[in-house]
């Protein structure tokens, strides 16, 4: 079956370093991918997606690129900041009609120190 | 932005007793999910839901459980009746055709 694998379960930096958190997938066919985020007390949000090979999502200074030959769609942003501090999911989902059935990662929590 | 409302955030339950969980999701949403975490793991899927029809279930989704929204009013999961496995955080979701899902912030439902 599908499974989605977030290579760090917990990554620690100081404001202004870069971010990096692995994600790999596996699926049949051609998933959509995703990073959603989940802040402390909240339900997990919507970051952004990307649907084919080479499209680069992004939102509120994180970025990934859909990367079918590597199977992967790594998070990335250049400087953190104390607020970015949250749990981040990566998730596959099929590109039929329904998107909602979702597979997601164990989650990578982050945790930015002033 | 849009918001999803669980109630209740957390119950405490004993085994073999019936809960009901309750999603009041975006107003304008056709499509409505139920995810299930377990402490210390992904969350995963458990049912999707569309014009009064539950669309697809995963092997999570027991004989024990069922979905419904009766009217437009509250989409809710129902567990009976409920077993230890059973406690978890339930997330519900809501979303437009091939539109980004909205969660709430979960229910804790702790079953002794």
């Known amino acids: 079956g599908d499974s989605v694998t977030q290579t760090e379960g917990q990554v620690a930096l100081s404001e202004e370093d870069f971010l990096t958190i692995h994600c790999n997938y596996s699926a049949s066919g051609y998933p959509a991918l995703f990073w959603y985020v989940q802040y402390p007390g909240e339900g997990p949000q919507f970051l952004f997606r990307a649907s084919r090979d080479k499209e680069k999502g992004s939102s509120r200074g994180f970025e990934a690129t859909y990367n079918k030959e590597t199977t992967s769609f790594h998070l990335q942003k250049a400087s953190v900041q104390e607020s970015d501090s949250a749990v981040y999911y990566c998730?596959?989902?099929?590109?039929?009609?329904?998107?909602?059935?979702?597979?997601f990662g164990h989650g990578t929590i982050l945790r930015v120190h002033p | 932005g849009p918001k999803v409302l669980q109630i209740p955030s957390h119950q405490i339950i004993d085994m073999g007793q019936m809960v009901t969980l309750n999603c009041d999701p975006v107003?304008?949403?056709?499509?409505f999910y139920w995810y299930k975490q377990i402490l210390g793991q992904q969350m995963e899927f458990l049912v999707n839901f569309y014009n009064g029809k539950v669309m697809e279930k995963s092997k999570l989704f027991k004989d024990q459980f069922s979905v419904e929204r009766p009217d437009g009013s509250y989409f809710t999961l129902k567990i009976q009746p409920t077993a230890l496995e059973d406690s978890a955080v339930y997330f519900c979701?809501?979303?437009?055709?091939?539109?980004?899902?909205?969660f709430g912030e979960g229910s804790r439902l702790i079953v002794v």
């Open positions: 107003s304008n949403h056709l499509y």
């Open positions: 998730a596959l989902g099929n590109t039929g009609a329904n998107t909602g059935k979702l597979t």
């Open positions: 979701a809501s979303s437009l055709r091939r539109g980004p899902l909205y």
